[in-house]
């Protein structure tokens, strides 16, 4: 079966759970709860995974869910993601070659700085 993927956001919030030794089994039951009686980092994973469950009309829910008893993997950033199709346009034909400038360029005019494309 395939890894879900999971925001990093929602990942780090399960291994919070994890570490506080919270099983799968009650992290799945404390999502029908609004609050959740434990420190405050371990509420705050807690608010993490219902704002996700619920996200999506609901159907995030199925995806944590199988995250959790299937394991997951994490879903690259935006970041990634740009980077990953920069460096996937070879820059000495003359189509990866415009693609990067348009890239770069775009990301210059918003004032955002990506590690391997223009910063």
């Known amino acids: 079966m395939d890894k879900v993927k999971l925001p990093k956001e929602v990942a780090e919030a399960i291994k919070t759970l994890k570490n506080a030794e919270i099983t799968t089994f009650e992290i799945i039951c404390s999502l029908a709860h609004e609050r959740w009686g434990h420190s405050k980092h371990v509420s705050e994973a807690h608010k993490t995974?219902?704002?996700?469950?619920?996200?999506?009309?609901?159907?995030?829910?199925?995806v944590l869910l199988k995250a959790l008893v299937n394991d997951y993997e994490l879903e690259p950033t935006p970041e990634e993601k740009v980077l990953s199709e920069y460096k996937a346009r070879q820059p000495y034909s003359n189509y990866g070659n415009a693609y990067r400038q348009g890239v770069r360029d775009t990301l210059n005019a918003y004032g955002i700085k990506i590690e391997g494309v223009n910063a």
């Open 49 to 62: 995974l219902r704002k996700f469950s619920f996200g999506n009309s609901g159907r995030n829910g199925d």
